[in-house]
């Protein structure tokens, strides 16, 4: 069982640029999450989704987008890249409520 | 916004010897959870507190739910090498179904042999 999977594992990119992180999840889980971990501040929840078609704004949604066309893919659209967005993104998923989160290994992402 | 505040940041200890990390909050949570995580990978999940003043308990690790679900704590009883790595605590409402969690800024522990 892969569980959650996430690439890139590592990705520089250059101000304004753009990317996509990916997420994919094998388990059949509703549940979705985007967060971003900085150095000393914990996780914080950017995005996520309950279900194919439905997302919503977490804690630090600000130059972020999502969609979920499918229960399994849960992409992170990054428009105009800047340096406040250097930091490591893990993508999350459970099943329901208190069910406990499975996180993928995270995306390293560099703004220069 | 509830907010979570970890306490030691870092520790660094030598193996055999006993210490606690503790998590707390002005906010009242339904629930608690304790994930490790180890450089590279994500956080995994050790253990939910539900109820206040629960305890409970994984090999060597005890943790305790305060009695007003504002705080908890992780004790390790006699630390090994292997327990070495970022301990966060979280906690959040359930919107929709979905745990809109909050972390704690994690706590980096080093047992040293």
Redesign the interface.
Known sequence: NAG?TQTPKFRILKIGQSMTLQCTQDMNH??M?W?RQDP??????IY???GAGIT?K??VPNGYNVSRSTTEDFPLRLELAAPSQTSVY?C?S?T???A??H????TRLTVT | ?QL?EQSP?FLSIQEGENLTVYCNSSSVFS?L?WYRQEP??????LV?V?TGGEVKKLKRLTFQFGDARKDSSLHITAAQPGDTGLY?C?GGP?????????????TRLTINP
């Open positions: 959650v509703n549940y999450y967060y000393g501040m914990g996780l914080k929840l996520y989704s309950v919503d977490g804690e893990f999350a459970n329901a409520r208190t406990p989160l996180f993928g290994n995270g | 916004t979570l940041q629930s959870q590279g990978e994500g956080p995994v999940l939910t539900v966060l979280a359930v919107i929709q179904g979905a745990q809109k969690l909050v972390f704690g800024q994690g």
